[in-house]
């Protein structure tokens, strides 16, 4: 289907685009972009229906210069098209209730863009995009494993991984450095000698302990596979309450009494704001907090850098990444429309200034896109380059579906690490109530 | 020999209240657990109005004194009165918190009014079953009364609001009502009826203006649920232009992990201005209702 789909693109197609594109490039502007897009429109292997109009929903904005520059490609797409495109953008977290109700009342945005847990949560109301992620992969070099992984059910694409946001270490390099770490840690050890001497130091570090949808489950999950502890084994069958997780657990209920008080409550912001406030030395994010403080003109700025997660004993990196998904409903009445603007967003000239906006924050999903500048022009953003080749999906060892999008949107792995670390039960007994909670996901 | 009732009551009032005489007594006894009271339900205005005006760098530069505002300023109410739609937001929960209240407690005084006063049968069923209409959580329902608003063409409109929120309210103000209306003795309407009123008459001339305090009573309940719901505002309505208050401040004003706290406290403080201002108004008339209706 790739083939016939990366034929049916005309050579004389090509050099109109490229044509277009080049001399957008020569003068600048958005007139570019649109030249590149309605010469795209025209020979695109996907075609609206006529008069076609479409309702896209999609999260808040995490940097603006992202959203500013995703919004001007979904008006090019609409300039060159002719199909109109309503886009609503809502809290990240109400993304997934509002996937919930559209699907279960066949009605609402014809696309959504939002967490990774919502294809497999509804994967038979979503449209067959087959064709559309064999056309980009075929085109621009292949989609990352982990990613993909996310968007295929039963061997058809339900789903399109617009992008990766990246989760790592952000740390202070001076006050790293004068615990005596000329760099961050690259294994699970190290890490708790460098957490003991910030506390010393009384530069104390910090991570969400808390229902926290991107920064806990991240470091959670990283934690627990770190040490060679799983939710599930690859049959599906719940393995939680094991010997590994139990040496995770107490390797955080350490951690966790050489942070600063109040981690137990961090969600999402908490952390963000603790670290711009100079009050943590590292924590997990995205690349945010370093966005905010270089956006704000932080002295700060300058002493932020960025790390992969620590080795664990398992000796490999164990990160959960998370990617974004784009789907859309059967229900749309423009199902072509969908299709050519899913495919219109991952096309080069948009998602090349796209990828520049977002300074870090996504991660491509295609592998060619990793030439793009935004990983050389700041050194600092280099380790979210990697997010997509060095993560772990969230149904790890398992099966990815219904069972691991639900267990991971309930928050098991974060609440059993946090009932462990806070001492509210014992290591034993926050394994045993994980190993229930997950039971009655796995068990449908 | 002092033989004055007036003076025997009053006598004994002042010796009941004996324990209050003393300024320490009155300390302990009123003054404190007053105090107690306001620090517990002001505090959060407090912190609202004292995070709107602080500026961002105070609101991260945890080295100064949290209780206290350095500099204040008022660019976050700017922010969010000039720079988003939060006067839009602002008139569409008002229009569909009074609209919605209105069509509710008209419903609810006419469906009170007959459970309680017209005796057929299976009346004191048709009482219970609303009762238990009460019962059923919002979050159960709305997957099906999206289904609902979708197929009616609402969804993304104040009129999906306005014809759901009745869901929650008519069957609370129901219930509130029957209360209050078998409270009003009926005496009063069988009086009327020997002197030819109608029922309609009875309800318009006699029944509803002993009622007046029980129906703002209900009326200010169903107003402050109205204006504090989340669940079917969030559901129901995609557009900025079509938010509420409660949903708006949250969807707009947090940006991925970063919280914009100054212009959500401000959101959050104005938001709750209406609020007080009906509950200021109608406080005496919400007291009274608690006592019941007319004392025999």
């Keep these: 289907m790739t083939d016939d789909i990366t034929r049916s693109v005309s050579r004389r197609a090509m050099l109109k685009g490229s044509t277009a594109l080049a001399a957008g490039a020569a003068f600048g502007g958005a007139g570019s972009l649109v030249d590149w897009a309605r010469a795209w429109a025209a020979e695109s292997p996907f075609q609206p229906e006529k008069g076609a109009s479409i309702r896209m929903l999609r999260w808040n904005r995490f940097v603006e210069t992202e959203d500013i520059q995703f919004d001007k490609n979904i008006a090019a797409f609409t300039e060159a098209t002719g199909v109109k495109v309503r886009l609503d953008k809502e809290f990240l977290d109400d993304i997934q209730p509002k996937a919930a109700v559209a699907a279960n009342v066949g009605a609402g945005p014809d696309i959504i863009w939002g967490p990774m847990a919502i294809p497999h949560l509804i994967p038979d109301k979503l449209l067959d995009v087959t064709d559309v992620a064999d056309y980009l992969g075929g085109k621009y070099g292949g989609w990352y494993e982990s990613p993909a992984a996310y968007g295929i059910r039963d061997g058809r694409w339900m789903a399109i991984p617009l992008c990766v946001s990246g989760n790592y270490i952000n740390y202070r390099v001076s006050q790293v450095q004068k615990a005596g770490f000329e760099t961050f840690p690259t294994t699970t050890g190290d890490l708790m000698k460098l957490t003991k001497a910030l506390k010393a130091n009384g530069t104390p570090a910090g991570m969400a302990l808390g229902r926290a949808t991107g920064d806990g489950n991240a470091w959670c999950h990283w934690v627990v596979w770190a040490h060679g502890g799983k939710l599930v084994d690859k049959d599906g069958n719940v393995v939680i309450n094991s010997p590994e997780t139990a040496a995770a657990l107490e390797y955080v209920k350490e951690l966790y009494e050489n942070w600063i008080p109040g981690t137990a409550s961090w969600n999402d912001s908490n952390n963000n704001k603790a670290f711009l406030s100079g009050d943590v030395s590292y924590t997990n994010n995205g690349i945010s907090i370093y966005a905010a403080a270089v956006r704000q003109k932080m002295e700060m700025a300058a002493d932020i850098d960025h790390a992969f997660y620590p080795i664990g004993p398992v000796g490999r990196p164990t990160e959960l990444q998370l990617p974004f998904m784009i789907e859309a409903f059967k229900y749309s009445k423009y199902p072509n429309a969908c299709k050519t603007l899913l495919a219109f967003l991952m096309e080069a000239p948009q998602y090349d200034a796209w990828l520049e906006q977002s300074v870090g924050y996504f991660t491509q999903t295609l592998k060619s896109y990793e030439s793009n500048k935004v990983w050389s022009e700041d050194p600092k953003r280099a380790v979210f380059k990697e997010a997509c080749t060095r993560t772990l999906d969230m149904g790890y060892a398992g099966p990815l579906g219904y069972a691991a999008a639900g267990a991971l949107a309930d928050f098991v792995i974060v609440d059993m690490v946090s009932q462990a670390a806070t001492g509210q039960t014992t290591v034993k007994e926050a394994m045993e109530t994980a190993q229930k909670r997950a039971e009655r996901y796995y068990r449908v | ?296």
């Design chain 2, 1 to 296: 020999m002092n033989t004055n009732p007036a003076a025997e009551v009053a006598r004994d009032d002042s010796e009941g209240m004996d324990y209050l005489v003393s300024l320490p007594r009155r300390m302990v006894t009123v003054y404190l657990p007053i105090l107690c009271f306001l620090i517990v339900l002001l505090f959060p205005f407090y912190w609202m109005g004292l995070t709107s005006i602080k500026p961002n760098d105070e609101l991260i530069d945890r080295s100064l004194n949290p209780w206290w505002v350095v500099d204040p300023t008022i660019a976050h109410y700017y922010h969010l009165i000039v720079n988003t739609d939060y006067p839009v937001w602002m008139w569409n929960t008002m229009l569909v918190a009074v609209t919605a209240t209105l069509l509710s407690i008209a419903a609810s005084v006419m469906a009170a009014y007959a459970i309680v006063r017209i005796r057929y049968a299976g009346s004191r069923w048709v009482g219970g079953m609303i009762f238990l209409a009460y019962l059923v959580p919002p979050s159960i329902l709305f997957i099906p009364l999206a289904l609902v608003v979708f197929q009616y063409g609402l969804f993304d409109s104040p009129m999906a609001l306005i014809l759901t929120y009745p869901t929650i309210l008519i069957p609370f103000s129901t219930w509130l009502l029957m209360g209050y209306f078998k409270s009003i003795p009926y005496e009063l309407e069988e009086c009327a009826l020997i002197d030819g009123a109608s029922r309609w008459q009875i309800l318009t001339r006699i029944v509803l203006p002993l009622s007046v305090p029980g129906i703002i009573s209900a009326g200010i309940f169903a107003f402050t649920l109205c204006w504090n719901e989340f669940i079917y505002a969030l559901v129901f309505i995609s557009s900025s232009e079509n938010k509420t208050v409660p949903v708006a401040v949250l969807s707009e004003l947090v940006e991925g992990d970063i919280y914009h706290w100054g212009p959500l406290m401000a959101g959050a403080l104005l938001g709750s201005v209406p609020v007080c201002i009906v509950y200021s108004f109608f406080v005496e008339h919400y007291v009274s209702s608690m006592t019941g209706a007319v004392k025999e």
